[in-house]
Antibody, heavy 117, light 108 residues
Framework: EVQLVESGGVLVQPGGSLRLACEAS????????MNWVRQAPGKGLQWVAI????????LYVDSVKGRFTISRDNARNSLYLQMDSLRVEDTAVYFC??????????WGQGTLVTVSP | EILLTQSPGTLSLSPGERATLSCRAS???????LAWYQHKPGQAPRLLIY???NRATGIPDRFSGSGSGTDFTLTISRLDPEDSAVYYC?????????FGQGTKVEIK
C-alpha cells in the first residue's frame, strides 16, 4: 500500500523557520518526482515545489523562492521542506505528493503549518 | 505562468445526472499534460485523470476527460452522492505547475 506521511507542522511566529518531513512507503521512491503542494484556509490547491528523482533539479513557485528549500534523502525514502522567513500568508495545510512524471499520483494527508504572532 | 480558469464555480446536480466541468488555460498546455483531481475535506486529493484523457488506476469509468491545447473538460456521466467534492485541474507541463481555482460539485 502506498503511503505518504507528513510531519512537522506547528504554530510558528512570522520570520521563523520550520522543517517539514514526508516519509514514503509502498512504492519505489527513487523513481518518483516529489512535490509539496499547499492549501491555505478556505482556498484552493497551490503547487509549492518539485524535486527531481535524484535531487539534481528543484523548482519553486515564485512566492517561496529564496525562502523554502525542497530536498530528499533517497536512502531514507524521505522528502523535506525547509521553510525560512515564514510569513502569515504561508499558513496552510502542506501536502507531500509524488509522481512518475510531473503529474502527482500519490498524496499524503497533509500537515498544518500556522504562522501567527 | 499558465493561468487555469475553471467553470462553473459550483455545480449543484441530482444523483444520476451528468456533470460537465471546464478548465481553460491562458496558453496551450504542451502535450496536453493536464490532470484532474478530486478533493474532499480532510482527505488527500485523488488523481482522476492524467494527460487530459487517461483515467488513473482504480478510477470508475463514470469519470472521463477530454480536450486539448487550451480547453479541457472533466465529465462525470452519472453522479453518485460520493462524488460530492471540489475538483481541480492542474497543468503539469510548465513550471510553475499551476492549479485552477476549483469547481465544487454538490449533490442535491
Amino acid at each position: 500500500e502506498v503511503q505518504l506521511v507528513e510531519s512537522g507542522g506547528v504554530l510558528v511566529q512570522p520570520g521563523g523557520s520550520l522543517r517539514l518531513a514526508c516519509e514514503a512507503s509502498g512504492f519505489t521512491f527513487t523513481n518518483y518526482y516529489m512535490n509539496w503542494v499547499r492549501q491555505a484556509p478556505g482556498k484552493g490547491l497551490q503547487w509549492v515545489a518539485i524535486i527531481e528523482r535524484d535531487g539534481s533539479e528543484k523548482l519553486y513557485v515564485d512566492s517561496v523562492k529564496g525562502r523554502f528549500t525542497i530536498s530528499r534523502d533517497n536512502a531514507r525514502n524521505s522528502l523535506y521542506l525547509q521553510m525560512d522567513s515564514l510569513r502569515v500568508e504561508d499558513t496552510a495545510v502542506y501536502f507531500c505528493a509524488g509522481g512518475l512524471g510531473w503529474t502527482t499520483e500519490h498524496w499524503g494527508q497533509g500537515t498544518l503549518v500556522t504562522v501567527s504572532p | 505562468e499558465i493561468l487555469l480558469t475553471q467553470s462553473p464555480g459550483t455545480l449543484s446536480l441530482s444523483p444520476g445526472e451528468r456533470a460537465t466541468l471546464s478548465c481553460r488555460a491562458s496558453q496551450s498546455v504542451t502535450n496536453n499534460f493536464l490532470a484532474w483531481y478530486q478533493h474532499k475535506p480532510g482527505q488527500a486529493p485523488r488523481l482522476l485523470i492524467y494527460d487530459a484523457s487517461n483515467r488513473a488506476t482504480g478510477i470508475p469509468d463514470r469519470f472521463s476527460g477530454s480536450g486539448s491545447g487550451t480547453d479541457f473538460t472533466l465529465t462525470i456521466s452519472r453522479l453518485d452522492p460520493e462524488d460530492s467534492a471540489v475538483y481541480y485541474c492542474q497543468q503539469c507541463a510548465h513550471s510553475p505547475l499551476t492549479f485552477g481555482q476549483g469547481t465544487k460539485v454538490e449533490i442535491k
